[in-house]
């Protein structure tokens, strides 16, 4: 195979290369979000099921959550999934760059009306954010419109479906690279098995741990990869070309599963205190005299 062929190309019919793309920002910021948004979800569950279960009433989960000191007839959430997501199209497509991102050549390239190889992965990610904007508007119509209960979960699961199609499809050339996108796809689809358990049974928490557990992976999976790829570590260093070097791509899921470990860790510290914070209302539940008792 020669040096040129399985390669993108420019529209100058340049070769674009083996580089990493996306740069460093491009990761940390959407691997800060997504640890948010899971955050978010987490707390927001807990603070949920020691609301319902201090009320004796049976947890039910939600595909979105109300913010504190929200009132939640303002859903903020969808109109964050709205909003964002066309700032970060923009920012793939057009904002911040020389000219508009095309998906085609421009006539007066030599590669007129080929794809742009150096656009391919803007559009993979605009794709991505536009899933998600489809899934704000659906809250918005099962908050306001009273839509098809289930609506928001569904809509949801294919944001995310979609999301880990385009980030699995999008093979690498360099291994290390390949492997750092196929972990990522593992973490998505790990979050639409979560969002369909739930549909499936609301009333768990464990499903919702599944969520926001994928979720949080997520964030931390693509913080992760903004130091494997950016910070010049020698451990990392695949060599120029991405395959002088085998060790960092095997040790890549290493460091996958130990973020799996972590996760599970924050969940389940999570929790803890509200599950002793409900055993000592159980506690005084059982302890309190009863006021019947008492005038008889």
């Known amino acids: 195979m020669s040096e040129a062929e399985g390669n993108l190309w420019h529209c100058d019919s340049v070769p674009v290369g083996n580089a990493v793309s996306g740069g460093k920002a491009g990761h940390i910021l959407p691997g800060l979000l997504l640890f948010a948004w899971g955050t978010h979800w987490l707390f927001a569950s807990e603070v949920e099921y020691y609301r319902l279960n201090k009320l004796g009433l049976t947890y039910t989960s939600k595909p979105y959550h109300t913010w504190p000191k929200v009132p939640a007839r303002w859903p903020i959430e969808p109109a964050v999934k709205v909003m964002f997501p066309f700032l970060a199209i923009l920012a793939e497509l057009w904002l911040g760059h020389e000219r508009y991102h095309a998906l085609y050549c421009p006539e007066r390239y030599s590669r007129y009306d080929h794809f742009d190889g150096d656009h391919i992965n803007n559009w993979n990610h605009a794709a991505m954010y536009f899933s998600f904007i489809a899934s704000g508007v659906a809250d918005f119509a099962?908050?306001?419109?009273?839509?098809?209960?289930?609506?928001?979960?569904?809509?949801?699961?294919?944001?995310?479906?979609?999301?880990?199609?385009?980030?699995g499809l999008h093979s690498k050339p360099r291994p290390l690279d390949n492997i750092q996108h196929q972990l990522l796809t593992g973490a998505m689809l790990g979050t639409v098995v979560g969002m369909v358990s739930e549909l499936v049974n609301p009333h768990s928490l464990l499903c919702s741990w599944l969520r926001c557990g994928f979720m949080l992976l997520q964030g931390i999976w693509f913080l992760c990869i903004a130091h494997i790829s950016f910070d010049h570590s020698?451990?990392?260093?695949?060599?120029?070309?991405?395959?002088?070097?085998?060790?960092?791509a095997m040790s890549a899921p290493l460091l996958f599963a130990a973020m799996c470990l972590l996760v599970l860790l924050a969940l389940l510290l999570a929790h803890l205190p509200v599950a002793l914070a409900l055993r000592m209302h159980r506690r005084r539940a059982v302890t309190l005299p009863d006021p019947q008792m008492d005038a008889d």
């Open 234 to 248: 020698p451990a990392w260093d695949d060599g120029p070309d991405g395959f002088h070097d085998a060790a960092p």
């Open 142 to 167: 099962e908050h306001y419109l009273n839509a098809v209960p289930g609506t928001s979960y569904c809509c949801l699961s294919v944001a995310f479906a979609a999301e880990a199609l385009l980030m």
